[in-house]
């Protein structure tokens, strides 16, 4: 596999830069030696088959899996050239920084404004009129505004499966994360509501870097600008979306684009 | 095969005849819980709802004539006959049913005409006689039943139990000034004489009979003499402790237990022309005032140790009372007002149990001693009788709830005391002590286990290591399962007199105790991290608990000198002289602690399953957004398990509020009301448990308890209720969460 090239970008266009990422749960190994680097301001996907540790990966850039027992890190992960793996990170501060939008849609029991401000006021924000401003905009953001603005105050638990996904999206972004991580958006949604974040995520890609995972291989073709393709822990593949679905450089590539196992 | 799709085999048959079988049963079942909880509340209803029943009078008996001035006139004391005595000495008993005379003979007065006759103790069959000699008589009334031809029949046998020949008073009874009283084996007899001599014009007789008995000759009697300024106009005794003296103008009370001074204890001035009489008891004055208003005075300590008269509650009347007549055997007084009804009164509620139109003032009355039969003897001698069903006539909101002013007792309180000694004893039936000990047995036990049971449900729920969790739950799970009676006997027999002694030192633990987790804590935060991560995250609990322990035995040990210290003596004995706070060995500390125990479990285990049960992917949508776990602890976790926590406190405070055998063993039992958390309680549940074995079927105190039971039910029922309205409320907000 050492005989595929991966893609490399200039430091100014680095966001996330992984070295020889290793991650086990309980002695077994999730991720063996992964490194790629994720541009900035571009749309990359993750694919492979369950259990390829496209997750995992995703999960360690903030730090999501030190919730897991048992888990062991070992390699280096770079946000804009910082370790963000080292001991002495905040990783509440770096979770500020890298924002999660998760398989199910997590809306928190409250009303549609206080999710969205959640974030904002665990920084400290307090003023109502700011609050106001920035909900607004994310929920503009997050193409959800025009249909939640008159019920603001309501449950966000009365959304739709869909405008719940849209609202958990704004409020990851309402805290304006450098990086933004979906965890299979789409996977639980209708196919309208699918559309509907596909187009999201192409909106959001001007102002942010954006990593999907997902198991739908058209949808990876459809949003991502590169895609990286991973297979029993190790990274497989990792180039320009459209070379690697119609010139797909490895073998396990070729098999799983064109269905063969997953 | 083309009229089915899918054949039928026996087992999808089986299988669909038993899941019609549950279709039916589990809603029997469900009906049936419910049937069964409406069954329970129906009962304690029904129980309970004659307390409510109004007084009620039906006539009985043929119309009559007897001599209303007669000597005696009165009835039985089943009620059944109607016994007179005329001035030539015949003895007359008539059927009230039918009116016939039954029973007519002249007694054996040895010619002396009689003046006056009564009954002698308040039941009994026993009758005096003072005859125009100045002597006096007895006879006796007895009603055996004969069994002729297997038919029981009621006969009539009149005798003189102590012997033919009348008794003669020394010194002579002036008019009719003669007073009787009888219990158990000793006679007193009561009178006063006229004399002339240096100290007064009048001499006041006891003259006491002991080991009486129905069939003997009195032995000698004691003979007691004290000197009067003036003749009493009447003598007047019917309990234990008083003799009043009835001067018109003044009552004085004196002891009746041949005191040595020749004192009254008490004296109170009366207008000539008020209406009295003496409450069966033997305490209470009924006396009417002019503004339609019926006074209860009785003579109550002081603080002194003297007595004065004192006013309970007076009872309200329409009218001003013309003339007050007592009743045997019952807290009852007939008055007739001065547009010349009758009524007869409760004098302890005030509730009228019968109403007689006006037939004029003069005329008498008879009662039987259970108080359900009345004759009314008009002044042309006409009888009328009537039953009267008032069972639990002397209770009233007032009696249940409010301060009452009990004769003898220095001020009104809030009394409970359900039996006594006496048959003139009066039940004293307080909820309210009852019913503040249940909340505050509840309420300390609450404050004891709540933050203990919702701090461990947090701490296992979220931050404790499921290898730990996984034995640490069912371990508390276990205390639950303790039979209460070892708890509570563990309480009363080993903890209370451990605290007894260590009083001091207990509570500066308890006050100390979450200081000193918190500061641990801090402390722990202080360490360096290396040092930190050494320990598995959620094992802390393990680790702080030893310095926790050394804590507190460092604390147990100091406390003895710092009390010393501070506060010279013990803190008992301070508390006692600086505050006036008096302790108890079972007190509501104990309650606290012993119920608060016994209920932690159960509040753990229901909050801890709620808080395991909000999902992960809130925790983690929370800690994405840079939430630390104690941020989303209570920011998220907590909120959406505010239902399940609501539900586990109110299933601890249901039982808290029910629990019986720990507040049985630990609270004392004293029907106080105290709000000292160093004094004991009473709980409802506790109170049924001790006097519904003792109670007499359908008696006032059986329905009282029936009655405690229904607020008991109807606390934790309205609790519940309230409990699960703000439940649906908080689920509805926090959605179809787990």
């Known amino acids: 596999m050492t005989d595929i090239p991966t893609l490399t970008f200039d430091p100014a266009d680095t966001c996330l830069n992984v070295e020889q990422l290793s991650v086990s749960y309980d002695g077994k190994a999730a991720l063996r030696e992964v490194s790629l680097t994720v541009p900035r301001h571009r749309v990359t996907a993750f694919i492979g088959p369950s259990g390829c540790g496209k997750s995992t990966l995703l999960r360690s850039f903030n730090r999501m899996n030190d919730l897991i027992r048992g888990v062991e890190v070992t390699g280096h992960i770079q946000l804009f050239g910082e370790d963000i793996l080292a001991p002495e990170v905040d990783v509440t501060v770096l979770r500020r920084r890298i924002g999660m939008v998760f398989q199910q849609p997590n809306p928190f029991p409250m009303s549609v404004f206080d999710n969205v401000a959640y974030g904002l006021r665990l920084q400290g924000l307090s003023d109502q009129r700011a609050l106001e401003r920035e909900v607004e905009w994310a929920l503009r953001s997050a193409a959800l505004w025009d249909e939640v603005k008159d019920r603001l105050e309501a449950s966000a638990l009365t959304l739709s499966g869909g405008q719940q996904q849209r609202l958990v999206i704004a409020r990851a972004i309402a805290i304006r994360p450098e990086v933004l991580l979906l965890d299979e958006p789409a996977s639980a949604l209708d196919p309208i509501s699918t559309l509907k974040i596909e187009e999201l995520i192409g909106q959001l890609a001007e102002a942010y870097s954006i990593i999907v995972v997902t198991h739908n291989m058209q949808q990876a073709a459809r949003v991502s600008d590169y895609t990286a393709f991973l297979y029993l822990g190790e990274l497989v593949e990792f180039s320009a979306t459209d070379d690697l679905f119609t010139r797909p450089q490895a073998r396990q590539t070729e098999d799983y684009i064109t269905g063969r196992y997953g | ?738």
Not at chain 2, 43 to 64: D, H, I, V
Not at chain 2, 523 to 547: K, Q
Not at chain 2, 623 to 652: E, F, N, T, Y
């Open chain 2, 1 to 738: 095969m083309a009229h089915t799709m899918m054949p039928k085999g026996g087992r999808d048959r089986r299988r669909q005849g038993l899941d019609r079988l549950a279709a039916r049963l589990i809603p029997l079942g469900g009906f049936g819980v419910l049937a069964a909880i409406s069954a329970i509340f129906l009962y304690l209803l029904w129980a309970t709802l004659p307390l409510l029943r109004e007084a009620s009078q039906t006539p009985f008996g043929a119309p009559g004539v007897a001599q209303s001035a007669a000597p005696l006139v009165t009835l039985d004391s089943r009620g059944d006959h109607l016994i007179q005595l005329d001035g030539a000495g015949r003895l007359t008993l008539k059927a009230l049913a039918s009116g016939e005379t039954v029973f007519s003979e002249a007694l054996a007065l040895g010619g002396a005409p009689p003046r006056r006759a009564w009954p002698v103790g308040e039941s009994g069959h026993l009758y005096a006689v003072l005859l125009e000699t100045g002597a006096v008589h007895f006879f006796a009334l007895e009603f055996p039943v004969r069994f002729s031809d297997g038919i029981a029949e009621r006969t009539i046998r009149l005798s003189y139990p102590f012997g033919r020949l009348p008794l003669v008073l020394p010194g002579g009874v002036s008019g009719d000034r003669l007073q009787s009283f009888w219990e158990e084996t000793q006679l007193t007899l009561a009178y006063v004489s006229e004399t002339e001599g240096p100290q007064g014009t009048a001499t006041l007789h006891l003259l006491a009979f002991d080991e009486v008995e129905l069939g003997l000759p009195l032995l000698p009697g004691r003979h007691y003499r004290y000197p009067l300024a003036a003749a009493p106009e009447r003598l007047a005794r019917r309990g234990q402790q008083w003799l009043f003296l009835d001067y018109g103008d003044r009552l004085e009370a004196w002891f009746a237990r041949f005191a040595d001074s020749a004192e009254p204890a008490a004296t109170l001035a009366l207008s000539p022309a008020t209406p009295r009489a003496l409450l069966f008891g033997g305490q209470t004055w009924i006396l009417g005032d002019s503004d339609g208003a019926l006074r209860r005075t009785f003579p109550v300590r002081d603080g002194a140790g003297q007595f004065r008269f004192e006013d309970a509650r007076p009872l309200a009347l329409p009218a001003a009372a013309q003339a007050l007549r007592a009743v045997p055997g019952q807290r009852r007084v007939l008055v007739t007002l001065a547009g010349g009804e009758h009524r007869l009164l409760e004098a302890t509620s005030g509730a009228t149990l019968l109403a007689l139109a006006a037939d004029g003032p003069q005329g008498r009355f008879a009662f039987n001693d259970r108080g359900t039969r009345v004759a009314r003897i008009a002044a042309d001698g006409a009888v009328r009788a009537w039953e009267i069903e008032a069972r639990h006539a002397e209770l009233s909101f007032h009696r249940l709830w409010e301060r009452v002013w009990y004769e003898g007792y220095p001020a009104p309180d809030f009394i409970w005391q359900s039996s006594g000694s006496g048959a003139d004893f009066e039940a004293k039936f307080s909820l309210t002590p009852l019913l503040f000990g249940t909340l505050k047995a509840a309420l300390v036990a609450m404050l004891f286990a709540t933050p203990l049971a919702l701090g461990s449900a947090i701490y296992t729920a979220y931050f404790m290591t499921p290898g730990l969790r996984g034995w640490i739950k069912p371990s508390i799970e276990l205390i639950a399962a303790m039979p209460t009676v070892i708890l509570g006997f563990l309480g009363a027999l080993w903890l209370a007199p451990l605290i007894e002694q260590h009083l001091f030192g207990t509570l500066i633990t308890l006050l100390a105790l979450p200081g000193l987790m918190l500061g641990l804590g801090w402390l722990w935060g202080l360490l360096p991290p290396a040092l930190r991560h050494r320990v598995p995250p959620g094992a802390h609990a393990l680790v702080l608990m030893l310095p926790l322990a050394g804590a507190l035995f460092a604390l147990q040990s100091l406390a003895p000198a710092l009390e010393s210290r501070v506060f010279e003596q013990s803190f008992r004995l301070w508390l006692d002289a600086r505050w006036g706070i008096s302790f108890e060995q079972r007190n509501a500390l104990i309650v606290g602690l012993v119920l608060g125990f016994a209920i932690t479990p159960t509040i753990f285990s229901i909050a801890e399953d709620a808080i395991v049960g909000v999902p992960d992917r809130l925790v983690h949508g929370a800690l994405a957004l840079g939430a630390s776990r104690w941020d989303a602890l209570k920011q998220i976790v907590l909120p959406a398990a505010s239902a399940g926590i609501l539900s586990a406190l109110m299933i601890g405070l249901g039982r808290a509020v029910g629990e019986t055998m720990i507040v049985l063993m630990v609270t004392g039992n004293t029907p106080y009301l105290s709000p000292s958390l160093f004094e004991g309680m009473r709980t409802f549940s506790a109170n049924i448990a001790i006097e519904l074995p003792e109670a007499e079927v359908n008696s006032t105190h059986y329905r009282v308890l029936f009655l405690t039971a229904l607020l008991l039910f109807a606390m934790t029922f309205l609790a519940n209720t309230a409990a699960e309205v703000v439940r649906g409320r908080l689920r509805k907000r926090y959605g179809a969460l787990a």
